[in-house]
């Protein structure tokens, strides 16, 4: 059974701050990482999306990185902004159509 | 940001009721999710569509059932809420298996049942 663990599950950092957010998961058979962002009282917004050939994938300010055999995933975000405070999500394939999550680290940029 | 709405946002029901949430796309996406996000357990699968007509279970499906007659609409039924179903429910579509392709998920509708 596929298992996804975040750590830290809370983060607090001044602004401007480079920052990495964990993932690992249990089960390498996976197709393929996707990376989320969920602000309070809001849906998942998709951040990146990382192929199981890829290993990484980068959107302006973020960096995802994908290790299959050792099951980690890293989501690298520059410069922190106090906007970028928010939840973040990390989910692989579970099998049967099933995305499994983590639970999340909840980031505060601290102005 | 991909076209999903999930209505109604928020619902207050009673124990015992019926109450049905809606999931609306406008991507032609052909698999649909339900989810349900709760403190402490994260996000886990409901039910799922593959296409119209076309539905199964996910890991916590008791005492719920879905329905899709159209490509653009996937429901979630609650034929009789209970107060451990009071959470925030999401609605997903993607275009090809979990797997494959990348997920989109709504706004999400918070449901409280007393």
């Known amino acids: 059974k596929q298992e996804v663990t975040q750590i830290p599950a809370a983060l607090s950092v001044p602004e401007g701050e480079n920052l990495v957010l964990n993932c690992s998961f249990t089960?390498?058979?996976?197709?393929?990482l996707q990376w989320f962002r969920q602000d309070p009282g809001k849906g998942l917004t998709s951040l990146l999306l990382i192929q199981s050939s890829q290993r990484e994938q980068t959107s302006g300010r973020l960096n995802a990185s994908l290790d299959k055999s050792s099951g980690r995933s890293t989501l690298y975000i520059a410069a922190s902004q106090p906007g970028d405070s928010a939840t973040y999500l990390c989910?692989?394939?579970?099998?049967?159509?099933?995305?499994?999550f983590g639970k999340g680290t909840k980031l505060t940029v601290n102005p | 940001d991909a076209g999903i709405t999930q209505s109604p946002r928020h619902k207050v029901t009673e124990t015992g009721t019926p109450v049905t949430l809606r999931c609306h796309q406008t991507?032609?996406?052909?698999?649909m999710y339900w989810y349900r996000q709760d403190p402490g357990h994260g996000l886990r699968l409901i039910h799922y569509?593959?296409?119209?007509?076309?539905?199964d279970k996910g890991e916590v499906s008791d005492g719920y059932s879905v329905s899709r007659s159209k490509t653009e609409d996937f429901l979630l039924t609650l034929e009789s809420a209970t107060s451990s179903q009071t959470s925030v429910y999401f609605c997903a579509i993607s275009d090809r298996p979990t797997g494959l392709s990348e997920a989109f998920f709504g706004q999400g509708t918070r449901l409280t049942v007393v």
């Open positions: 089960d390498s058979a996976i197709y393929n």
């Open positions: 569509s593959y296409g119209v007509k076309d539905t």
């Open positions: 989910a692989v394939w579970g099998g049967s159509e099933k995305l499994v």
């Open positions: 991507e032609n996406h052909r698999y």
